[in-house]
């Protein structure tokens, strides 16, 4: 995935955030917080599988609602 595209997710994962107070349900009915779910998990499995760089780790480490 590109940076300008991750950076996008980014940024609609903070909004989301920031409006909801947690994080985006890969099961929902809406399909843009669906798919923003699936993203999230996997930034998760890229992290496990050493396939996420180390500058998006720390953009996500910066985030303090962010789980690993």
Do not use: A, F
């Amino acid at each position: 995935i590109n940076d300008k595209v991750w950076n996008k997710k980014i940024d609609l994962l903070i909004n989301y955030y920031c409006k909801n107070k947690k994080m985006p349900s890969q099961h929902s009915k809406d399909n843009n917080i669906k798919t923003l779910g699936h993203w999230v998990v996997q930034q998760r499995q890229n992290k496990k599988n050493d396939k996420l760089s180390k500058e998006r780790i720390e953009t996500l480490d910066k985030l303090d609602w962010w789980k690993w």
